[in-house]
């Protein structure tokens, strides 16, 4: 799967999830308040794609980028270039956007082939923005990674205009 392809899925997602429902049955937006909160059963490949995502995502967010770099496909390899130019693109995201200050949520969900793993967080410098690191796997390889923009927490009209 490209990065296009997983941008368009991810999108989904996050603006309408009860896309992937699987029931023909409408998923309302927000359950009310006084119902418990339920967690959709995974299917063996998603949960092993949040355990293994959850592992890999917390070293790279420790800058420790060399066991998730071995899990990669040559395809998503070469986005990066090499060991050094992932170790780079890592060090430029702490640089610019800090450390990881609150973790918002983690889902996973089936694209295809991949099982597809998403960690949203937010970030010390900029607490007003909620970012989504995507990794999907095919089997033991990670064959997509990337980040996106996923939500602003501001005011501002054009983060409101969902």
């Known amino acids: ?28 937006a927000r359950p009310p308040a006084t119902a418990p909160a339920v967690t959709p059963a995974r299917t063996p490949a998603e949960q092993t794609a949040f355990t293994r995502g959850r592992a890999l995502m917390t070293e790279f967010l420790a800058l420790r980028v060399g066991r998730l770099w071995n ?18 693109f890592r060090k430029t995201g702490i640089d610019q956007y800090g450390k990881e200050t609150k973790l918002v949520r983690e889902r996973t969900f089936m694209q295809g082939g991949e099982a597809v793993y998403v960690r949203s967080s937010i970030y010390a410098k900029y607490p007003d923005q909620v970012w989504a690191f995507v990794m999907g796997f095919t089997g033991e390889k990670v064959t997509s990674f990337g980040v996106l ?9 054009v983060a409101l205009s969902r």
Do not use: C, H, I
């Open 149 to 157: 923009l996923e939500d602003e927490r501001t005011n501002d009209p």
């Open 71 to 88: 899990t990669f496909s040559p395809d998503v390899q070469a986005q990066y270039g090499s060991l050094d130019g992932f170790t780079a």
């Open 1 to 28: 799967m490209n990065l296009k392809s997983l941008t368009v899925a991810l999108a989904l997602l996050v603006l309408n999830p009860s896309a992937l429902a699987q029931s023909g049955t409408p998923v309302p």
